[in-house]
């Protein structure tokens, strides 16, 4: 399902702390510690596409999209793939999968034109790529990290 902001915090604080810990680790340079306020304005502006899945109510994941305007080509909009995260006992259903590929079909309808997802080589993201691969995406870049 589609949801706001606020309808999904705080259920997704200890999966969002999950996940952070799965894929960043405790690098003290990069804390747990999101910014709320940012993301609740950045909701109420519709930059975000927050889609999740539910089970009796209780959150069982999540797939957050990042919405933009592509600054080369007027009128074309992207989705940039934010945190995307299922809990371990539903994985092996393929709800992580059903969740992307609704949160692609929200994007369409909101007339997004192009999806970045991205995926990291910790935690349980490395063969992601191969998914997206199936699903028709083509590898257009490699993104790094860099502390200043």
């Known amino acids: 399902m589609v949801e706001s902001w606020s309808s999904l915090w705080p259920d997704a604080e200890p999966l969002m702390q999950q996940h952070h810990l799965d894929v960043v680790g405790l690098d003290p340079r990069e804390p747990f510690d999101p910014d709320i306020e940012g993301i609740e304005a950045s909701d109420a502006a519709g930059t975000l596409l927050i889609t999740s899945a539910r089970f009796d109510g209780q959150l069982a994941g999540y797939c957050i999209w990042y919405i933009a305007r592509n600054v080369e080509s007027k009128g074309l909009w992207i989705g940039i793939a934010g945190p995307w995260y299922v809990v371990a006992e539903h994985r092996a259903g393929g709800l992580g999968i059903r969740l992307f590929k609704f949160s692609l079909t929200e994007l369409r309808s909101r007339g997004i034109a192009q ?34």
């Open 115 to 148: 999806a970045y997802p991205h995926h990291w080589f910790s935690g349980g993201g490395e063969r992601l790529g191969d998914l997206y691969e199936r699903l028709g995406a083509k590898r257009c870049e490699v993104t790094f990290k860099l502390w200043l």
